[in-house]
């Protein structure tokens, strides 16, 4: 079963950082494309970034330039750092399997191949 666990979230000021980590369970991450997400209060879920299964980076206009994607294999584990934060980065922070290339690399999770987890919250506020 596809399993996801998030990490890393956090209160922090605006133009502040956080990375966040994505930790798979009993598969290799390796040979999926892997998106995180985000939802604030009273808004729909949105793709933020994607990586692929051959380790390219895709973006939300929102935060390219800010946020970077990667993946660490030996741990079975892919991050999302955060820098330079704004108020409105404020949400719970999911990740997801998506469900084609295609859809990484507009990182849309339209219909992801995994489950919702407990996903984690970042808070960015003065």
């Known amino acids: 079963q596809l399993q996801f666990v998030e990490s890393g979230g956090g209160l922090v000021q605006p133009g502040g950082s956080l990375r966040l980590s994505c930790a798979a369970s009993?598969?290799?991450?390796?040979?999926?494309?892997i998106g995180w997400f985000r939802q604030a209060p009273g808004k729909e879920r949105e793709g933020v970034s994607c990586i692929s299964s051959w380790s390219s980076g895709y973006y939300a206009d929102s935060v390219k330039g800010r946020f970077t994607i990667s993946r660490d294999n030996a741990k079975n584990t892919v991050y999302l750092q955060m820098n330079s934060l704004k108020p409105e980065d404020t949400a719970v922070y999911y990740c997801?399997?998506?469900?084609?290339?295609?859809?990484?690399?507009?990182?849309?999770?339209?219909?992801?191949?995994?489950?919702w987890g407990q996903g984690t919250q970042v808070t960015v506020s003065s």
């Open positions: 009993g598969f290799s991450l390796q040979n999926y494309h």
């Open positions: 997801a399997r998506m469900n084609s290339g295609g859809s990484c690399t507009r990182v849309k999770g339209d219909n992801v191949l995994s489950s």
